[in-house]
């Protein structure tokens, strides 16, 4: 019999059996490296675009701009195409998702993951041998379906391995090796753009490595137990089941991920399921959770924090310096929630997260705002300040909404809407990444310091909502989400009286919506 725990939920919640083991760890650790691909871009993409060599070959007028930096402060390098350059991969990866979704969903979660890492090396051959813009965009438009594919499988592959008491700290791996994948990108960066003229190859290129360790790794890792049950293969589950958790008595697991994968087998449209009002309360809270993670502004400063950090009056190579140091804080940080997101929970990390985060966008706006003039920089000691709270504010991101908007959308869907639900998660992540890629550097033009001001009211907005509408999620089995997380909230829990009804009318008449 499994043993009980009571939850803060006021439910009782199986605690299956089991210890983390070494496979798990492997697994864990290979896996990872599709979101050390993902940071890796992220990273890269901003101290590419400010390296001379790269844009005198395709941005000759953003270079031409560029040598008459000090006419305006805020509008260097507002550029529409090479904000495409950037952002372009967002949209291919938006679209590559919905159909990584089908393919967790039939294949599972390894095949994924392996599409994902050949779309991403030929992605990276274009780019690093680029020798037309065109090649720069199909090649970014590659990595885009590489960084989909992984972004949908990697947090499911995670949560669905990880034992519910380990489930938050596992699965923010994938968001630790997001932030290696950055600060690798901006020490790659700083060294690269001393190598003339191809410094931005050696950068672009570089990106083929984690992509080689997740295609190789994969073979030896494993399929997660969820999707080899979902499929029906039984005997292969339990078996997997046996080998991850470090012991033969998984019976009440298995059971119940062999329920949760009935019940997933009888839903023949997952996307319409997600349409009914059961699905609502975590298909809100997944998209949001990626909505506010991008209106943040934290991509602000992950792809432009060289720009940033040139405008406030750094040179350029204190500019990238700097970036390697907020890159350090993002991955330093992001340790503090592997340790408490389990223990500590999800919603207290989101709420003080969002205090920290709110005073320091209002400080460095106040800054901006009564110091930096359109020409001119703030004198030395304020843009000290002005790194230092950006470095705060980094701390604060990278302990809550960074890591918490991949493990929230993985864990809180049932089984049959999963694939689907996440699909929502990680296009909404692109979709608004690629808004703020594009239109930052317009925003900054024409607001100025007043940037600030809108994404701190955007972080005052996504506390109150974190406050009434997101859950408490930690220790709780992953396929025990309904029973014990919704139908015991104290708003979403009207979406969830006509779930049973839901499912009834399913069966009887299947294409009634
Ligand atoms: C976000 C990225 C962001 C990164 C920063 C991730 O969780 O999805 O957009 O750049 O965190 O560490």
């Known amino acids: 019999m499994p043993a009980v725990v009571v939850t803060n939920h006021g439910g009782d919640v199986p605690d299956f059996e089991g210890k983390i083991t070494i496979y798990v760890i492997i697994c864990v650790f290979i896996a990872a490296f599709g979101g050390l691909m993902f940071g890796y871009d992220i990273g890269i993409s901003g101290g590419v675009t400010s390296m001379d060599d790269f844009l005198k070959k395709f941005f000759m007028n953003v270079y031409e701009k560029k040598k008459h930096v000090h006419e305006n402060n805020y509008c260097k390098y507002n550029d529409a195409l090479l904000q495409l350059f950037t952002s372009s991969l967002y949209i291919a990866a938006l679209l590559a998702s919905f159909v990584a979704s089908r393919l967790c969903t039939k294949m599972g979660r390894k095949p994924t993951m392996q599409i994902a890492s050949i779309f991403f090396m030929v992605g990276v051959g274009l780019q690093a041998g680029g020798i037309n813009i065109v090649m720069i965009v199909c090649g970014r438009i590659m990595l885009g379906i590489g960084v989909g594919f992984a972004n949908q499988a990697v947090p499911l592959f995670l949560s669905e391995l990880a034992p519910a008491k380990m489930r938050g700290a596992l699965n923010i791996c994938f968001q630790l090796f997001i932030t290696i994948g950055i600060l690798a990108a901006g020490i790659i960066n ?39 049950i979902e499929r029906k293969n039984l005997d292969e589950g339990k078996a997997t089941l046996k080998k991850i958790r470090g012991t033969e008595d998984v019976i009440p697991e298995f059971e119940s991920i062999v329920a949760a994968s009935e019940m997933a087998r009888q839903v023949k449209n997952p996307f319409s399921k997600l349409m009914k009002p059961s699905s609502r309360p975590p298909l809100i809270i997944a998209i949001l959770l990626q909505v506010f993670q991008q209106f943040t502004g934290i991509n602000a400063i992950m792809f432009y924090a060289p720009v940033l950090f040139q405008t406030v009056g750094f040179g350029s190579n204190a500019s990238l310096l700097s970036t390697v140091i907020t890159g350090l804080v993002n991955v330093f940080s992001t340790l503090v929630s592997i340790y408490t997101v389990d223990w500590a929970g999800r919603r207290i990390l989101l709420l003080e997260a969002c205090v920290q985060m709110f005073l320091t966008q209002t400080v460095v706006g106040l800054i901006l705002l009564i110091d930096l003039k359109t020409t001119g920089s703030l004198n030395h000691v304020e843009a000290v300040i002005v790194v230092v709270l950006v470095c705060i504010f980094v701390m604060g991101f990278a302990w809550s909404w960074g890591p918490l908007g991949w493990l929230i959308p993985s864990e809180t869907f049932p089984l049959e809407t999963r694939t689907a639900g996440f699909a929502f998660a990680v296009s909404s992540n692109m979709l608004f990444t690629f808004i703020i890629a594009q239109a930052f550097l317009s925003m900054l033009c024409h607001m100025r310091a007043g940037i600030f001001f809108f ?28 029973e014990k997380v919704w139908k015991q909230h104290w708003f979403w829990k009207r979406y969830m009286v006509d779930a049973d009804d839901e499912e009834i009318k399913e069966q009887v008449h299947p294409h009634v919506k």
């Open 455 to 482: 994404f701190a009211a955007w972080i005052l907005v996504m506390g109150l909502f974190t406050l009434f509408f997101v859950p408490e999620t930690k220790g709780v089995p992953i396929d025990s989400m309904v």
């Open 190 to 228: 700083y060294f690269t753009s001393k190598v003339h003229p191809h410094g931005w190859r050696i950068s672009l290129g570089l990106a083929i490595v984690p992509a080689v360790i997740l295609l190789i790794g994969s073979f030896a890792i494993c399929e997660t137990p969820t999707s080899l």
